[in-house]
């Protein structure tokens, strides 16, 4: 019975670690950024320090229920009664609370790096993209080139990026797990994630919180580029691409799978993101730019209906 | 033709007009068997209208193992739909409402009636009481549980499921993006069974308080009733955040206010910040009361008393204010920023020092011990290497950068079914089978449920395990399809073999309670696993009463001191006991409730002004009813002891 127990744990964690290490890499240990970067290590560390509590506490289980199993005991024998020693019990405290002292470290040291610029990207001025949702698509705005996309992202190689997401409707979450891990977007405030590119390549990029009917074809394509491939693609969109009116933008919004399409101009000018400081640092000035902004809000809503 | 209209299942399919009729049939049986062997009358006096604790415990179990069938079901729907990439079985919006109804029904309508069974039907018993100290009161919270739980489920057929998650976010399940009635039967239905809940929190924290026998002091109590205190107290705390934040939903659903909408000002972050300031106590309300019988259960098998029984309290009494500081971590991705992750990161890593104890503790319990390997231990000792793995994967989601790449993927999904499954549901497989013989006096086969833990752990590990890996890989939780080329699908394929064999344990756990009713020997004495705490000490089946005399308790394992080293449990005579009187009234309120209920769901304003002043007459004629109950005369009391103690006898 021990045998067979002992022997399913150790194909599972045989399983896990061949696969983990093994075979192709899973997308979130192969990261293509900085930001992912940071959280794959983060992953991988906490893995092999979990491992070894996982195969310590199975090596103490295995060892007393071989040596105490009653089919070993003598028939006479009376286990002991034993109360508990503050010796053992102090060890017992004390090895957890160093580990999550360990943890909680590295914890904190990543928070502030996946909030922050990718490291070694500081130097330049990020690049912003606004990506919002609707049910159940992408748009993402590139105000400085004033173009906007939907449902695909490209994206200059070695450049920070920091997107603005906001929603169109429920709350969604913008995710793409080899350039770092995901931040919700949310229809009354506008979220920023950092992210950055280190090599051109492919990367797929999906809605991961759940958003109704057509919540699992909620993905989009990112393609990193050289910067001078993203240039020449921004003028080429320039010079192909339809402007975006906004009764074009209401016709994306209506629910629904779209696949991918190209403008000039971004929805942005008419119908601004939902850009004000919830709660904090509320003077006069905000205040009133929180009613104009929720006034267009309201407005916006009612022609939607 | 309209108002009729509302009533039709939104998104009919086969499936649902095939369980329809099902459910039909299997009601039409039941009301005609009930008929024809005349059973109404022993089901009104005996059942609906009992209020002693015990039985309130078995009908808590029955619908808990009724519902742990229903979300099974839903979950097998969901690992088949997933077993092949682009798989048709289910549609998108058939595997919103699946999903949505196997997390609500698995959490609320299964694993918390299954806890209320143990501390209905142990509390009592541990302590040496004669019932709880509200007994009317118990049994409207049961019979609102069950109404909360049926309304629930009725959504099924009439007016459609809810599809917005077991999380049930806003504004997705506000009136713009959920058109169907199905939210409604979330926000009432829950409300209802919370309602219950609520009164059951209260009603056995007085009882631990005020009625334990003499000479159990607090740290003289056993360990289950220890938890079962403790996941009280949390349920007090927490459940009023949940009442409020159901009736907030509903008068947005229903009314038109604006608390979680995405204009006028509502904030869609209120509702999942509300929900998990309740949602995450309530994950700690299920697992303290399991690790509570793991505490009773293994010392029983190892032979030796529990290691460190100050430190499991303490770390108890730790988790429990800990739950309660914890909830951000559902949401590192929201946008809070880094000094607000961080603090709620370490939070939650900080859980898993007083598990950790426990964990040590039980393994210092078998150290030395004399270990036996029947059905419940044999679930526990399973327990410590799968739940291990499920807390340590916890801590890894508790990093809160790293969690931006867990978070509403498979490997979160992985997470917490780890630790329920091993943690809550195997307590619960391994409670009920240790405690069955007290509860009917007789025992489950053996083999039949070492057959039925092993099967569920090699269903379990190949159902979960997977799930890390593709979460790892890109593959986001409640998709209801994904492509070939994502690579999802041999793991998944493993999963659903997995869950499989985990339905095949559950068809050989129902067909061991068969046998058993039919095979087993009844002649199995009071105390047939030579257990250790007061519930053991009295007769089987348990009388009314409990005790005839009042034990007097002097340490935490009475009944073992008892036995081994000659305490006197049950000192001087048999006097007359006083005892509740049966009570129709809170069945009668709780079916008020119900009508409510379904009123509210469809805005059937008359009905529902009808029906709560039905509720508001029941609390009135409560309040004004003279009801003393009870005693049971000391003849009486000696005639039921010969006669169980001469069955007892008879098994020597």
Not at chain 2, 231 to 259: E, H, Q, S, W, Y
Not at chain 2, 261 to 267: E, F, L
Not at chain 2, 460 to 484: C, K, N
Not at chain 2, 514 to 535: F, H, K, Q, V
Request: proline fraction near 5%; hydrophobic fraction near 45%.
């Amino acid at each position: 019975m021990k045998l067979k127990m002992k022997w399913i744990l150790l194909t599972m964690v045989i399983t896990i670690t061949t696969v983990l290490t093994a075979c192709e890499p899973l997308l979130v240990l192969d990261p293509k950024g900085p930001q992912a970067k940071t959280q794959a290590d983060d992953i991988m560390l906490s893995i092999w320090l979990m491992l070894g509590i996982v195969i310590v506490v199975l090596a103490i289980l295995v060892f007393v229920l071989l040596k105490y199993r009653a089919s070993k005991q003598p028939k006479d024998y009376e286990p002991p009664h034993i109360e508990g020693s503050p010796i053992v019990e102090a060890i017992c405290i004390g090895i957890p609370i160093l580990i999550v002292i360990f943890l909680s470290i590295i914890s904190v040291d990543s928070n502030y790096k996946v909030e922050a610029t990718p490291e070694g990207y500081e130097d330049q001025e990020p690049l912003i993209i606004y990506a919002s949702s609707s049910n159940w698509k992408w748009h993402f705005s590139y105000p400085e080139e004033n173009i906007e996309t939907v449902n695909y992202l490209y994206i200059p190689e070695d450049r920070a990026i920091e997107f603005k997401l906001y929603s169109y409707g429920p709350i969604t979450s913008f995710w793409i797990p080899q350039l770092g891990g995901q931040k919700y977007a949310m229809s009354d405030m506008v979220t920023t994630l950092h992210l950055a590119a280190d090599q051109p390549g492919e990367f797929m990029g999906r809605n991961a919180n759940f958003s109704g009917a057509g919540f699992a074809e909620n993905t989009f394509e990112v393609t990193a580029m050289t910067p001078v491939e993203f240039e020449e693609w921004v003028e080429e969109v320039h010079e192909t691409a339809s402007p975006l009116t906004s009764e074009k933008f209401e016709e994306l919004l209506e629910p629904g799978h779209l696949g991918r399409s190209t403008y000039t101009g971004t929805h942005l000018e008419f119908s601004p993101a939902p850009e004000h400081d919830h709660g904090s640092t509320d003077n006069n000035v905000e205040e009133d730019s929180d009613i104009e902004d929720h006034e267009t809000h309201d407005e916006e809503d009612h022609s939607n209906h | 033709m309209d108002f009729f209209d509302r009533f039709a299942v939104p998104h009919p399919s086969f499936l649902i007009y095939a369980a329809m009729v099902g459910i039909g049939l299997t009601m039409l049986a039941v009301v005609v068997g009930i008929t024809y062997f005349k059973k109404w009358g022993y089901l009104w006096r005996e059942w609906i209208t009992t209020v002693d604790h015990k039985r309130i415990g078995i009908m808590y179990l029955l619908t808990a193992l009724l519902m742990l069938f229903r979300g099974g079901v839903d979950a097998i729907m969901m690992r088949y739909q997933l077993a092949m990439p682009e798989n048709t079985f289910l549609d998108s919006q058939h595997y919103n409402e699946v999903f949505t109804t196997h997390g609500v029904v698995m959490i609320l309508f299964m694993a918390m009636p299954f806890i209320i069974f143990f501390f209905n039907f142990l509390v009592p018993l541990q302590i040496g009481a004669r019932d709880v100290a509200f007994p009317r009161l118990n049994a409207l919270s049961f019979w609102l549980f069950f109404m909360g739980m049926g309304l629930f489920n009725l959504s099924f057929i009439i007016g459609g499921s809810p599809d917005a998650g077991w999380t049930s976010y806003f504004p997705l399940a506000g009136n713009e993006f959920s058109t169907s009635v199905g939210t409604n039967y979330y926000m009432i239905a829950i409300q209802i069974a919370g309602i219950g809940t609520l009164m059951t929190g209260i009603n056995f924290i007085t009882t631990i308080l005020k009625m334990r026998a003499p000479g159990m002091t607090l740290m003289k109590m056993p360990m289950f009733t220890w938890s079962a205190f403790i996941a009280n107290v949390i349920i007090v705390f927490a459940f009023p955040v949940l009442t409020v934040l159901l009736a907030m939903g509903t008068m947005d659903r229903l009314f038109g206010t604006n608390f979680f909408t995405t204009d006028n000002g509502g904030m869609d972050m209120l509702w999942a910040n509300l929900f998990w300031v309740w949602g995450h106590p309530e994950v700690y309300i299920l697992i303290l009361p399991a690790f509570g019988l793991y505490s009773e259960i293994i010392p029983t098998f190892a032979r030796r008393n529990l290691y460190g029984y100050k430190s499991m309290v303490a770390s108890m009494v730790v988790i429990s204010i800990l739950s309660f500081v914890v909830w951000a971590h559902h949401f590192f991705t929201m946008g809070q920023g880094p000094l607000t992750n961080s603090i709620f990161s370490i939070t939650t890593m900080a859980i898993a020092i007083p598990t950790g104890v426990k964990i040590f503790n039980w393994l210092f319990t078998l150290w030395k011990g004399k270990i036996q390997f029947t059905t419940p231990m044999l679930y526990s000792i399973l327990f410590i290497p799968l739940f291990t793995l499920g807390g340590v994967t916890g801590v890894m989601l508790a990093m809160s950068a790293a969690d931006y790449q867990y978070h509403n993927t498979m490997f979160l999904v992985a997470h917490f079914h780890n630790v329920i499954i091993p943690g809550v549901v195997y307590a619960m497989l391994a409670g009920m089978t240790f405690y069955w013989p007290k509860i009917f006096g007789f025992m489950l086969n053996e083999k039949l449920g070492k057959w039925t833990a092993w099967l569920l752990t090699v269903g379990f590990v190949l159902a979960f395990i997977p799930m890390y890996i593709t979460g790892l890989d890109g593959q986001a939780r409640r998709m209801y399809t994904y492509s070939e080329s994502t690579g999802f699908s041999l793991l998944n394929m493993v999963s659903f073999i997995g869950a499989a064999i985990m339905a095949i344990a559950f068809a050989l756990l129902v067909y061991n309670i068969y046998y058993s009713i039919r095979y087993s020997p009844r002649n199995i004495g009071s105390d047939p696993w030579d257990a250790r705490s007061l519930e053991w000490s009295t007769h089987t089946p348990v009388p009314e009463y409990n005790f005839a005399i009042t034990p007097q308790v002097a340490s935490t394992q009475a009944f073992w001191d008892s036995k081994k080293n000659g305490h006197e449990l049950f000192k001087g005579d048999i006097e007359k006991i006083h005892m509740p009187n049966n009570s129709g009234l809170p069945f009668i309120m709780s079916c008020m409730f119900f009508v409510f209920g379904f009123a509210m769901v469809f805005s059937i304003w008359p009905v529902v002004i009808v029906s709560l002043i039905g509720i508001l007459a029941c609390l009135v004629y409560r309040s004004f009813e003279q009801d003393h109950g009870r005693y049971i005369s000391v003849e009486e009391i000696k005639e039921t002891e010969t006669r169980l103690r001469g069955a007892k006898n008879e098994g020597r």
